[in-house]
């Protein structure tokens, strides 16, 4: 059976290369010494515990980890495509296209139960070595343990926001004679055992850690929050999905106006903690050209006069690493992972090659001229009638400064952090729950329109003398459209596109709001929506290998065979 299946034996550290690649791509950690067993022999010293964290932190840094947040999260959306040149028979033009099977390679799920079962280990283990080493007393533990709760919850939340109906690993896999019978359980339920993992952890990691790889590159409590706003987005959706198809499981019984309060919450607990890390950081008050909410400046006087269109914005968050607007981001070390975690140059590319994946013309179109972020996400060219490269490709996290292509990474340069969550992701989940809940009024309409707004006039060449700018919706219908205009360009190519519009075909119980991602193709159009009719196509199918390993596991409707003789449960 093979090594990616959930249910089967998960090898822990028996070599040494997985050892020196834990040490250097989270070098706040230390390795599991190789000659080591695993299980309670194993559990000795503090060292033991932080090898095993860092394990569960790399699985999610690898190039299978990243190349699937990326798919998963928006090829199926507006703003991504295949390159052009894709064979036919290519797995990534297949889920384009939506010819999507159970057998396609990008349906395994294996890497990222492969990062729970580790979180697992160490929230049943962990403990015992606070008994047998004195340098990992009882505070250490719990920082540890909620660093893989959540580690856990998150992992879990990418799965289910993918394949909706997930089984959920609760218990640690140690042998092929131990392996838990793990089952799928409903969504609600999922998202709700998600939510308590969340709640737990929220107590016990840190708020802040004084080097920023620490501080953005394992979970601290804004991380954990950050979490907590999404998947409340999600119960709500869910919620509203179900209710309105009469689904009698307790929790459709829910008042989703609890879940987008609750976003709401989670959202300025971040931006309040964000705003107290600011003023330890800088004693004398806030600075006069900074902007609300601590958010950096893009104004740049020169850049204007000269035509430039640079983005400072771009060359911070993304030209470099751990940014103030980070919340929780992947710590690559390009010196020591080369080779190993290569997912953002595997889908988007490098400065020699262009990548599996590239942008469609029509998603140019969603920015306004003087929006920095369509020269410094892509590779439009910023240039007063400069000529458009015949492919347009991903620049984002690719590019080392914002807008030139010369400075793209070459493909050794894998120093680009893959970012979960940072502070605009936040602001915009804030002013998406506000226009949503049920008792929205027109205080909720106009702060939503504020925070989009500030995002929005912050990207533009000129803050004080936009093109035209965002108009205050009328009603909150508008509102929420606004919003997720506004997310897919700022958020665009950080796996939250097809997410977003997800959630929003469950709100809204139909699909037929966002068949418009059909409209990137130049050639079966009319295929992709048709295939695109129900909720459960939104949903990847599970692949082949589980369905037949597990026998607990029914494959989703939309992918069901009735000549499958793999042993499917009805």
Not at 86 to 107: G, S
Not at 158 to 173: E, G, N, Q, V
Not at 206 to 219: A, E, F, Q, V, W
Not at 516 to 532: I, R
Request: hydrophobic share 40%; glycine share 4%.
């Amino acid at each position: 059976m093979k090594s990616m299946n959930i249910y089967r034996k998960i090898v822990l550290l028996s070599v040494t290369v997985l050892a020196t690649l834990m040490t250097s791509c989270t070098d706040f950690l230390t390795i599991i010494p190789p000659d080591r067993i695993v299980h309670e022999q194993f559990w000795q010293t503090k060292d033991d515990v932080n090898g095993m964290l860092a394990t569960s932190y790399l699985k999610l840094a690898t190039t299978d980890a990243v190349s699937k947040a990326i798919i998963w999260g928006e090829l199926r959306a507006d703003n991504i495509t295949f390159e052009s040149g894709k064979r036919k028979d290519d797995p990534l033009r297949y889920i384009v296209e939506a010819n999507i099977n159970e057998e396609n390679t990008y349906t395994k799920w294996g890497i990222f139960y492969e990062a729970i079962n580790y979180a697992n280990l160490v929230i049943e283990y962990a403990p015992l070595v606070v008994e047998r080493d004195p340098d990992f007393g009882e505070g250490d533990l719990s920082v540890v343990v909620g660093e893989m709760y959540a580690m856990r919850a998150l992992c879990h939340f990418y799965l289910l926001r993918t394949f909706r109906d997930i089984p959920m690993a609760l218990s640690p896999a140690i042998n092929d004679s131990e392996l838990p019978a793990y089952e799928q359980v409903h969504p609600l339920e999922a998202l709700d055992l998600i939510m308590q993992d969340l709640d737990r952890a929220e107590n016990m990691v840190m708020l802040t850690y004084s080097d920023p790889k620490s501080n953005y590159g394992r979970i601290t409590k804004n991380a954990v929050l950050a979490m907590k706003a999404d998947v409340n987005l999600w119960r709500a959706a869910f919620t509203t999905y179900y209710s309105k198809n009469g689904d009698s499981h307790e929790l459709a019984k829910a008042n989703v106006q609890s879940y987008y309060s609750a976003c709401i919450d989670n959202c300025q607990a971040v931006l309040n903690n964000i705003d107290k890390i600011h003023e330890n950081k800088n004693s004398f008050g806030k600075k006069e050209d900074e902007l609300p909410y601590h958010l950096i400046s893009n104004h740049d006087e020169n850049a204007i006069k000269n035509e430039t269109f640079q983005s400072k914005v771009y060359d911070e968050i993304f030209g470099s690493e751990n940014s103030d607007e980070s919340i929780f981001e992947l710590q690559i070390d390009q010196k020591l992972c080369e080779g190993y975690s290569q997912g953002l140059t595997t889908m988007y590319g490098h400065k020699d090659a262009i990548g599996h994946l590239e942008v469609p013309r029509s998603f140019m179109n969603k920015y306004e001229k003087d929006d920095l972020r369509k020269y410094s996400y892509t590779n439009f060219p910023y240039a007063t009638g400069a000529a458009e490269p015949e492919k347009l490709r991903v620049a984002k996290y690719i590019s080392e400064e914002s807008p030139t292509s010369d400075v793209w990474r070459a493909q050794k340069d894998v120093d680009a952090n893959w970012i979960v969550y940072r502070q605009t992701d936040v602001m915009l989940m804030m002013a998406e729950a506000l226009v949503l809940q049920p008792s929205v009024n027109n205080n909720d309409i106009k702060k939503s329109f504020e925070l989009v707004n500030l995002i929005n006039t912050r990207s533009r060449v000129d803050t004080t003398n936009v093109r035209n700018p965002l108009k205050m919706p009328a009603d909150a219908a508008t509102a929420v459209e606004l919003v997720l205009d506004e997310r897919v360009r700022e958020l665009a190519f950080e796996g939250k596109r097809w997410y977003d519009l997800v959630r929003k075909a469950l709100r809204e119980n139909t699909t037929d709001n966002i068949k418009f991602v059909a409209d990137k193709l130049t050639s079966n159009v009319t295929s992709l929506k048709n295939k695109m009719l129900k909720i459960d196509n939104l949903f990847l199918p599970i692949y082949i290998d589980e369905l037949r390993f597990n026998k607990n596991l029914v494959q989703n409707p939309a992918y069901e065979s009735k000549d499958s003789s793999i042993g499917m449960n009805k």
